[in-house]
Every structure is written in C-alpha cells, then in structure tokens.
C-alpha cells in the first residue's frame, strides 16, 4: 500500500514460514508465490524511490519460522537493503529487537526488525504498548518509546494507568533508529552487564525480576 508519496507499507503474511504449518514440509519453496509478489514489489518500489516499511507476524529469524523460508527472506531483505527502512513483527510478545546483517559475510548491518511486546499479559508480562517517531523527510525513524501498565498496581488501584518505560534512543545512546545504529546499540549490550540487565528487565515489561547469569548472558 502507497501511504503516500515515497513510502510504501508492505504487509507479509509470515505464517507462512511458521513451523507449525505442516504443509510447508511437503513444499516450502513459495507457498502461494508470496516470495515472487514481495520481489516484484520491492522492485517496483526501488523504481520509484520509493521507501518501504515491511509488516509481518513472525520474525523470521526466530526458530517458529522456517530456516529455509527465512533465509529466502534474509536474501531479499539483502539485496534490497536501500528501500527497506525497518521491519515491524510481533508473535513472541516479549520486547526484543533483531539486527539483519548482509547475507554473504554476516558482517555488515543491513536492516532492523522491531519485536514489539504484546498488550496481552501472555504469561508473566505486564502490557505494553510502543510508539515510533520518524523523520518525515527521510523516513527513518528517530525514537521508539514503550510504554508498560503494571497489572499488579492496576488491581491494587482499581484502574489501569500506562507510563513511560523507556525510549531505545536514550537506553541505547544511539543518534536515531538508523539499522546501522542498532549494530552499535548490539555491542554496547554485549559489552556491558547493566545494559544487558535492563534489555532482560524491559523485555518482559518489568513484570519480572531478571534471573540470567553469565553462562545465560
């Protein structure tokens, strides 16, 4: 869909790649030939100047979706890396994100998927919801701020308040929401014990205390 000129919403449906559809055992080359449209639409978009911000359900680098039909999407997701700003998925309802990088090497950022965190308390979580800010010339995305209910104090209190948790600019230290900035925002978790903590605190939306040890780090 062209939500106007020079962005385009690609909408996938990515239960096609869920490990639960047995049909994709017997065939998973292009399941309703979803791959071929997706291409031809990427390429269209690239004719055009056109941005595109991609929707799906399952993230495809998670072990629900497929090897096989998420390394077809990692090649497309590669060789059009310029018109794909961001990626958006849900299905796991915690707060995670997903840094792609180029299919040959494995080296070099190529694109960002966001996981959002879920409404549903699910188990063990507290709802969250998240919003994204973006520059409405580039369209890149600046700043994404989660905001969390707490369900305990909501039954305590008889009435559901949501506040700020965080913005991923801040916890970060990351400019903007550029993917190769989210490369930085990777190691700066891999470097240090407190980011990490708090990444495993606003995973869950802060329903849980964080009990990873460093073999689970």
Partial sequence: QLVYKGLRVISLNTNYCNNLNFWLYISDVDPAGQLTWLIETLEAAEKNNEKVWLLGHIPPGISDCL?????????????????????????????????????????RPIGIAYIAPSVTTFTDHNPAVREYTYDIKTLNFVDSITHITNMTQNNLQDKVT?????????????????????????????????????????????????DCDSVCR
């Fill in 67 to 107: 090897a096989n039909y998420g390394a077809k999407l990692h090649q497309i997701f590669d060789r059009y890396e310029a018109t794909i700003l961001a990626q958006f998925y849900g299905h796991i309802h915690t707060d995670q994100f997903e840094v792609m990088y180029d299919y040959a090497t494995n080296t």
């Fill in 162 to 210: 949501f506040v700020v948790e965080y913005s991923a600019r801040a916890l970060y230290s990351i400019p903007n929401l550029i993917y190769y900035n989210w490369a930085v925002a990777l190691e700066n978790i891999e470097r240090s014990p407190e980011l990490f903590h708090k990444y495993k605190f606003y995973e869950w939306a802060g329903a849980k205390p964080v």
